[in-house]
């Protein structure tokens, strides 16, 4: 199943405040942040787990931890930047690989500017982090170096996904699983998703 729409009573609220055309920049950042952090443990919710002995106040008792999975958060600069804390909260240990892609406005295809990924790629689950996933250029665009890096697991955590985009990963990347709060009605003629956010890496940065 390459999409995973998430339900949770929680993550719907905050969506709905999100799209306040009215919302501070504060409160646009701070939200997107807590629905990062929710898209993470729906996204990480079938990882591997192995028992263990831990040592506690009454002797030893039987624990869990999760099975030699290495992460690594991938945020597209610029708005993937504002859902990165919201990931590393609930995995502090992750490494982070940065990519730079932004679309062109006029032709809408992605234009790839920076690449400084994490060592190890081969055995690391990749969590790929973007508020918009609109044509989908840009996620492929970014899939396609993780790939090329030795990448083997990628999932990508969208706030929200334009069908159009979600049809895309999933004909050239099934392997691919899609998180995302909300599939939105579609694109409108600038590409922009409808209703959508707005301009994402405009709120988060407060650039316009
Ligand atoms: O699915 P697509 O059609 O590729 O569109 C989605 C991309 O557009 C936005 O970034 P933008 O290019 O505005 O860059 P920014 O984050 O630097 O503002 C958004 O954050 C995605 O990266
Ligand atoms: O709706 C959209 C589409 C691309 N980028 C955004 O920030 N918003
Ligand atoms: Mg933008």
């Given at each position: 199943m390459p999409v995973h729409e998430i339900t949770h009573p929680l993550v719907k609220h905050k969506l709905g405040i999100l799209r306040q055309?009215?919302?501070s920049t504060r409160s646009f950042r701070q939200v997107t942040a807590e629905l990062a952090a929710l898209l993470t443990y729906e996204a990480t919710s079938d990882l591997a787990l192995e028992d263990y002995q831990v040592q506690t106040w009454a002797g030893p008792a039987p624990a869990q931890r999760i099975k030699g999975k290495k992460v690594t958060v991938v945020p597209i600069l610029r708005a993937g930047i504002g859902m990165l804390d919201g990931v590393l909260e609930l995995i502090p240990s992750a490494r982070v690989s940065v990519v730079g892609v932004y679309r062109?406005?006029?032709?809408?295809q992605p234009v790839a500017y920076f690449e400084k990924l994490a060592h190890g790629l081969n055995e690391r689950l990749a969590l790929v982090v973007d508020p918009m996933l609109a044509t989908g250029g840009s996620m492929l665009a970014t899939i396609e170096m993780l790939k090329k890096a030795g990448c083997k697991q990628i999932r990508a955590l969208v706030l929200v996904a334009a069908p159009e985009g979600v049809r895309r990963v999933e004909q050239e990347h099934p392997d691919v699983t899609i998180y995302t709060a909300g599939v939105d009605q579609g694109l409108n003629e600038d590409g922009y998703i409808v209703p959508g956010l707005g301009d994402a890496g405009d709120k988060i940065f407060g650039t316009k």
């Open positions: 055309q009215s919302l062109n406005e006029e032709t809408l």
